[in-house]
């Protein structure tokens, strides 16, 4: 319910922000209404202090030593050669079969470092078939409802909850009308937003991005929580059966949606809140990496890192702070569920950023060239600290991890990389078969819709495919070979 005009200026002038209405009386009507209606949306006092709360903690941590020791023996597994493997992929296909697997999905991005004003999960990354990020996972959550269903002999359901954002909700909803949901059933793709929040000048004062508008900016990949409560997944959950909810980034094109075999491991082990993870490519990639922090789990920055601790080995020879964080985590049901109950603790964390804003001094529009403002936002790491059964499974990078961050050309975390990287995992997936490409330089793409992670291609045993081509089912096969 929107509050009058009185009630709000009010309430703002209480918190210090009474300057957001110095326009107001030269908005039209409809201005002014869309005006009171977002400021209507914002606890003015709560906010304010939020964000005067970060930027201290955050001067104060920048002071500060961070206490960061390496994961202590026994939280992590490594896949490779683990002869679990089988048992942790027949309790995820259970949980599966029993419907109590739902996906998330954080895709709240758009694609402006790629030359696109779509959402990044529209994107074409160039494979043959033309297939966007979207539906490539798509793919994976259709395929994997029929292997389960095909042991089960009964419809199998893996419900997806789309995250987007202000910029990217409509077009993303769009985007899966005209596609048909991809053959899922829209009854089991829900879309919700995560919030924003304002932003703020050095001093704490809400920015105006136009004279009837706060600045306002996503409240980060850990905004994730709130929305989940505020929005209705948690009860959609609960009312579903879900137990288990595998949590992911939409730019990665080798995502495992709903894997098996990593809801398992986390099954087996009771855990409220896992994580996978692959080995650092070399001490100095500048990625996060799972650690201890001031003794509890959490994701140490790159920057966090010093040269000493990226070149520190174990006895085993492997990189004491060597865990890549790929943003791919597991949570159940109950752990999300009580994130309120520790949500205080969540701290917001600041980021110093270029803002266009309205000078209230003379109505005139600023664009800077620098630093001037801060935008607040949490990180969906921020709750590992918080988990009592927290768990770490390393996957291999190549199977398993290919982000899209930068522009076609780039050379790394780009459109090419990823689409290399769907195509060479497709040639692993013929070889693993017993399969032959007749030469170098042919280029097989697999849809997911054929096989999830290799299985359902026993028909290229032996066989040498001769050309260049898309398989989408196994009538394609026998053309090809």
Known sequence: MTLSYSELRENYEKAGQGHVFQFFHELTLEAQNDLLDQLSQIDAQVISRTGKQAMDNHHLLEKADCDVEPLPSGVMEDINNNSSTDTWYKMGMDLIKNNQVAVILMAGGQG??????????????????????????????????????????????????????????????????????????????????????????????????????????????GGLYNALHNE???????????????????????????????????????????????????????????????????????????????????????????????VNHLFSTSFLEDIPTFADKLEYHVANKKIPYIDVSTGELVKPTKPNGVKLERFVFDVFGHAKN??????????????????????????????????????????SAGGYLKEEGIEVEISPLLSYSGENLESLASQTIRESCILNNTEDIALVI
């Open 112 to 221: 402006t470092r790629l030359g696109s004003a779509d959402p990044k999960g529209c994107y074409d990354i160039g494979l043959p078939s033309k297939k966007s990020l979207f539906q490539l996972q798509a793919e994976r959550i259709y395929r994997l409802q029929k292997l389960a269903a095909a042991q089960e002999q009964k419809d199998v359901v893996i419900p997806w909850y789309i995250m987007t954002s202000g910029p990217t909700d409509k077009p993303t909803r769009d985007y899966f009308i005209k596609h048909n949901f991809f053959g899922l059933n829209p009854e089991n793709v829900m879309f919700f937003q995560q919030g924003v929040m304002p932003c703020f000048t050095n001093e704490g004062k809400f920015m105006l991005q136009e004279k009837g508008k706060l600045a306002v900016a996503p409240d980060g990949n």
């Open 232 to 326: 209705g997944v948690i009860k959609s959950l609960k009312e579903r059966g879900i137990l288990y909810s595998h949590c992911y980034c939409v730019d990665n094109c080798l995502a495992r949606v709903a894997d098996p075999v990593f809801i398992g491991y986390c099954a087996s082990r009771n855990t409220d809140c896992g994580i996978k993870v692959v080995p650092k490519s070399h001490p100095e990639e500048p990625v996060g990496v799972v650690a201890m922090k001031n003794k509890k789990y959490g994701v140490v920055e790159y920057s966090e890192i010093s040269n000493e601790m990226a070149h520190r080995r174990l006895a085993d020879n492997n990189l004491a702070f060597g865990a890549a964080n790929i």
């Open 390 to 431: 927290f768990a770490i499974l390393q996957v291999n990078r190549h199977e398993e991890f290919s982000p899209l961050k930068n522009g076609p050309g780039a050379g790394v975390d780009c459109p090419e990389t990823s689409r290399d990287d769907i195509l060479k995992q497709a040639a692993r997936f013929v070889k």
